[in-house]
């Protein structure tokens, strides 16, 4: 585990969680491409898995901080619902044009983050509460505003939930552009690891074997052109969707606020331990307000994308989506008591339960078949990691985002920090005489 640790988890600091649950879905295509013939990995599947579950992995980026600083968010689909129809209002019968339209689905989500955010941050009603509050204000708002009528969007905005990248250049049989997407990726993907090297050596930091870093290189590379080429060999006319394009700059928008930025240390320092990072001169509140904040404004982007692949906004809209996000967050691998979780591994997460869905479904499993072994594989999931803990044993969440922790500042000039533990609640636990 320490080999894994140090190749998937010192140089980049979303490598070992990435790294364990790619395995895990690539587990789970493998397994359903036997069972139902190889549908399960055909570039039209692929791609349509992607158009139909990208909303999910949107609230997913949100959701992921809001537990990060140990708390949860049970609006989110009512916020999605009620962006979407407000929407669609403004598009269908304001007769507003879809940017205009979109503006103001931002500002939606923002005043009902901010309206969230300050329950929570100032006068600290506990998360939970005030957002299943809000799960039944939005959702009534969704009703009123809408008359309980499904509201159809124009053919323009359409575009955004179900149109694909534009095609370039000479008929090769694949999508140029995303063939191109692929390329700029994977150099991506070699300069963040040169750099990386770079940097810890720069700092006299350990750094991995140069061997070491061609396996991580490959690995992902390897990844990155796999997934490249679903989207680039389907059908004529598809390439990379637009939502899959959003999607991937939301990731790396925050994947840099979470991991770079002060900000992104303080909701982890939050989630951890509150009363260490208040006395560490962290406001809580500011925290507090900004997850609360920014997951209503993802929620509102993910309802505004929902109805453009679904052509519509209806009354229905956003029914349950709040338990596919926080499932996909915990099995990308975030502590249930808040401190531990990255972006990257709940992206990964979210596309490991939106596979096993859409394998038990190719396979012909019933509704009910399929949420009982949705809700036992989050179920074992949390559950491991926690039985892990209380018998004093770091979790297998731990021990896979061991590379995930963010360092201490160097005590000394020139003396690599040392990494703190993946959480006080892996340490073994003493019992005092």
């Given at each position: 585990?320490?080999?894994?640790?140090?190749?998937?988890?010192?140089?980049?600091?979303?490598?070992?969680?990435?790294?364990?649950?790619?395995?895990?879905?690539?587990?789970?295509?493998?397994?359903?491409?036997?069972?139902?013939?190889g549908?399960?990995?055909?570039?039209?599947?692929?791609?349509?898995?992607?158009?139909?579950?990208?909303?999910?992995?949107?609230?997913?980026i949100?959701?992921?901080?809001?537990?990060?600083?140990?708390h949860?968010?049970?609006?989110?689909?009512?916020?999605?619902?009620?962006?979407?129809?407000?929407?669609?209002?403004?598009?269908?019968?304001?007769?507003?044009?879809?940017?205009?339209a979109?503006?103001?689905?931002?500002?939606?989500?923002?005043?009902?983050?901010?309206?969230?955010?300050?329950?929570?941050?100032?006068?600290?009603?506990?998360?939970?509460?005030?957002?299943?509050?809000?799960?039944?204000?939005?959702?009534?708002?969704?009703?009123?505003?809408?008359?309980?009528?499904?509201?159809?969007?124009?053919?323009?905005?359409?575009?955004i939930?179900?149109?694909?990248?534009?095609?370039?250049?000479?008929?090769?049989?694949?999508?140029?552009?995303?063939?191109?997407?692929?390329?700029?990726?994977?150099?991506?993907?070699?300069?963040?690891?040169?750099?990386?090297?770079?940097?810890?050596?720069?700092?006299?930091?350990?750094?991995i074997?140069v061997?070491?870093?061609?396996?991580?290189?490959?690995?992902?590379?390897?990844?990155?052109?796999?997934?490249i080429?679903?989207?680039?060999?389907?059908?004529?006319?598809?390439?990379?969707?637009?939502?899959?394009?959003?999607?991937?700059?939301?990731?790396?928008?925050?994947?840099?606020?979470?991991?770079?930025?002060?900000?992104?240390?303080?909701?982890?320092?939050?989630?951890?331990?509150?009363?260490?990072?208040?006395?560490?001169?962290?406001?809580?509140?500011?925290?507090?307000?900004?997850?609360m904040?920014?997951?209503?404004?993802?929620?509102?982007?993910?309802?505004?994308?929902?109805?453009?692949?679904?052509?519509?906004?209806?009354?229905q809209d956003g029914?349950?989506w709040?338990?596919?996000a926080?499932a996909?967050?915990?099995?990308?691998?975030?502590?249930?008591?808040?401190?531990?979780?990255?972006?990257?591994a709940?992206?990964?997460?979210?596309?490991?339960?939106?596979?096993?869905?859409?394998?038990?479904?190719?396979?012909?499993?019933?509704?009910?078949?399929?949420?009982?072994?949705r809700?036992?594989?989050?179920?074992a999931?949390?559950?491991?990691?926690?039985?892990?803990?209380?018998?004093?044993?770091?979790?297998?969440?731990?021990?896979?985002?061991?590379?995930?922790?963010?360092?201490?500042?160097?005590?000394?000039?020139?003396?690599?920090?040392?990494e703190?533990?993946?959480?006080?609640?892996?340490?073994?636990?003493?019992?005092?005489?």
């Amino acid at each position: 585990m320490k080999t894994v640790q140090r190749l998937f988890g010192s140089a980049n600091s979303s490598g070992a969680g990435q790294f364990g649950m790619i395995f895990a879905l690539v587990a789970i295509l493998v397994i359903f491409s036997i069972w139902d013939g190889g549908t399960t990995i055909l570039p039209t599947n692929v791609i349509n898995v992607f158009l139909q579950y990208s909303y999910i992995l949107i609230l997913a980026i949100g959701m992921v901080q809001v537990i990060v600083a140990g708390h949860i968010d049970l609006s989110v689909g009512s916020i999605a619902a009620f962006t979407g129809i407000v929407v669609a209002q403004a598009m269908a019968v304001w007769h507003w044009a879809p940017p205009a339209a979109i503006l103001l689905g931002l500002v939606v989500g923002a005043v009902a983050g901010a309206w969230q955010g300050f329950w929570v941050a100032f006068v600290r009603v506990p998360a939970f509460i005030v957002t299943l509050a809000g799960q039944l204000i939005f959702r009534g708002l969704n009703q009123l505003v809408g008359n309980s009528n499904s509201v159809p969007v124009p053919n323009s905005y359409q575009f955004i939930g179900a149109g694909f990248i534009p095609d370039f250049g000479p008929n090769t049989g694949y999508s140029n552009g995303t063939l191109l997407i692929g390329l700029v990726v994977i150099v991506i993907i070699v300069w963040r690891e040169l750099r990386a090297r770079r940097r810890r050596a720069k700092m006299q930091a350990d750094v991995i074997p140069v061997w070491g870093s061609v396996v991580r290189i490959v690995t992902f590379s390897v990844v990155t052109a796999i997934v490249i080429y679903e989207f680039a060999a389907g059908p004529a006319g598809t390439s990379v969707p637009i939502v899959a394009l959003i999607l991937g700059v939301l990731v790396l928008l925050y994947g840099f606020i979470t991991q770079n930025t002060i900000l992104g240390r303080q909701i982890y320092a939050v989630g951890g331990n509150s009363a260490a990072a208040v006395l560490s001169g962290v406001s809580a509140r500011r925290v507090n307000f900004f997850v609360m904040f920014n997951m209503a404004v993802l929620a509102a982007v993910a309802g505004m994308t929902f109805i453009a692949y679904a052509n519509a906004s209806g009354p229905q809209d956003g029914t349950g989506w709040e338990l596919d996000a926080i499932a996909a967050v915990f099995v990308g691998g975030a502590a249930v008591s808040g401190g531990i979780g990255t972006v990257n591994a709940s992206i990964i997460g979210g596309l490991v339960m939106a596979f096993l869905q859409n394998g038990l479904l190719l396979v012909g499993a019933g509704s009910s078949q399929q949420q009982i072994i949705r809700g036992l594989v989050l179920l074992a999931a949390v559950g491991f990691d926690v039985y892990s803990k209380t018998q004093g044993r770091p979790s297998l969440t731990g021990r896979l985002l061991g590379g995930l922790r963010i360092p201490k500042e160097p005590s000394k000039a020139g003396m690599p920090a040392e990494e703190p533990p993946a959480s006080y609640q892996d340490q073994p636990k003493v019992t005092l005489p």
